[in-house]
């Protein structure tokens, strides 16, 4: 079957047992790679209660994967065929049990009717930290706050900036803002270098409330692709090309409630290995750190060290080439990591959560920028994470009964400049 992607795991399980040849060792089973890419086989053990295999999709999920089934299902038609009277027992081996999460709907519910109010309320009173700077000369200026809600607000509402002025005069009228810009002056603001550090105070401190719920993090990076171009000419086949421009955001969250505690944006080529210091850093000014979860990339010495430092276990997977010679902390999650390797993966697994937040970033505040310019592209990914922070901190009010009280603990330090 050429198409063999289309089917879902199921499928492709039978498929397999099917079509490829399914032999046992003194190892396991062995079990040829569908894809044919990067491995020749893969190797399934079935003995204890949790079944194992070394292939990529098992160690991400911890569920079963197609070649378990597969070998399932071979195992239980070579007990059927010798008509012995375990075929109940096998039958009962083919069943695929993964972690369900269930939804507290009466607090989603609350949240999600309220939503829209209460994001307003919060945003205003995070914004009143914002220190005014002074004017000297000139007309006089929007407050800083005020144009800082305005364009947080509008990157909420995802509509353009003309369609948007209903919604903020609203905002106005129920006494968020005390003047109602207008929608050039949200966009000088998101192209002003000043805000920049302003949305990165105001990340943190909406994460603030959360302190005493996360204490496992995990960390990631992913891009937000933009309306503008880049074009040239492709001698070599004459051709010319264009590409996306976009936006890289390296962030760390809490793995219980998706809130992000720091973000760093340093460019598109940037590497996400060495944000993590500095992500890891910026948390732990808030939040004490237990474990710190990561892929393969984040797997460097430097981080190690980082994250030994600030009291916190790594839990980032190791390469193939990767062995424990590094000595240290390195050694000692290497041979965690290759003797406890169910273990090691029930912690390890909590990074999925990281994918988790940018799926709700993105589903909910759109997975492009319509911004143009670095800068305004830069700030308006910013916004889109304080928004989903925002978001988080609502629905933790009506599940955990919280009640989060902006610059209790600290000052808005960060001198800003006239935009």
Not at 159 to 171: H, K, P, Q, V
Not at 195 to 203: A, G
Not at 219 to 235: K, L, M, N, Q
Not at 360 to 369: E, G, L, N, Q
């Amino acid at each position: 079957m050429s198409d063999w992607k289309m089917l879902d795991r199921n499928g492709r399980a039978v498929l397999l047992a099917a079509t490829v040849k399914i032999t046992q060792s003194a190892k396991g089973w062995r079990v040829p790679s569908q894809s044919g890419r990067g491995h020749a086989a893969y190797t399934v053990n079935l003995d204890g209660d949790t079944p194992h295999c070394t292939c990529p999709d098992h160690e991400l999920r911890a569920c079963e994967c197609k070649h378990i089934m597969a070998v399932k299902i071979v195992r239980q038609r070579e007990l059927f065929d010798d008509g012995s009277e375990r075929v109940t027992e096998s039958l009962t081996l083919t069943k695929t049990v993964c972690k369900s999460y269930p939804q507290n709907w009466k607090a989603y519910n609350a949240a999600q009717t309220t939503e829209k109010e209460k994001f307003q309320a919060l945003l205003r009173e995070l914004c009143e930290g914002i220190e005014e700077p002074t004017q000297k000369r000139g007309r006089p200026r929007i407050p800083l706050s005020d144009a800082v809600f305005s364009a947080v607000f509008k990157v909420y509402s995802t509509f353009s900036g003309r369609r948007f002025m209903t919604d903020l005069r609203a905002a106005h009228s129920a006494g968020h803002i005390g003047r109602v810009p207008s929608y050039n002056s949200i966009f000088v603001c998101l192209e002003s270098e000043a805000v920049t550090p302003i949305l990165h105070r105001l990340i943190v401190e909406s994460s603030r409330p959360l302190k005493a719920v996360e204490v496992d993090f995990a960390v990631d990076a992913s891009g937000f692709t933009s309306s503008r171009f880049t074009r040239w000419y492709d001698h070599r086949y004459g051709i010319a090309r264009a590409h996306h421009e976009w936006v890289k955001v390296h962030l760390m969250c809490g793995v219980k409630t998706n809130i992000v505690t720091a973000v760093e944006i340093a460019g598109r080529e940037a590497g996400s290995s060495p944000m993590l210091p500095a992500l890891l850093a910026t948390t732990t000014q808030t939040f004490t750190a237990r474990e710190v979860s990561g892929d393969k990339e984040f797997g460097s010495f430097k981080n190690y060290d980082a994250i030994e430092a600030a009291g916190a276990t790594p839990f980032i997977a190791f390469k193939a080439r990767h062995t424990g010679k590094g000595g240290g902390l390195w050694a000692k999650m290497h041979h965690y990591f290759n003797f406890r390797r169910d273990d090691f993966l029930s912690h390890y697994h909590k990074r999925s959560n990281v994918e988790s937040t940018f799926s709700m970033i993105k589903a909910k505040f759109r997975d492009h920028v319509r911004s143009k310019t670095d800068t305004a592209m830069r700030n308006e990914a910013l916004c889109k994470i304080l928004c989903h922070n925002l978001c988080v901190l609502i629905q933790e009010m009506y599940e955990l009964g919280i009640d989060p009280i902006f610059w209790a603990e600290s000052t808005f330090a960060q001198k800003v400049t006239a935009i």
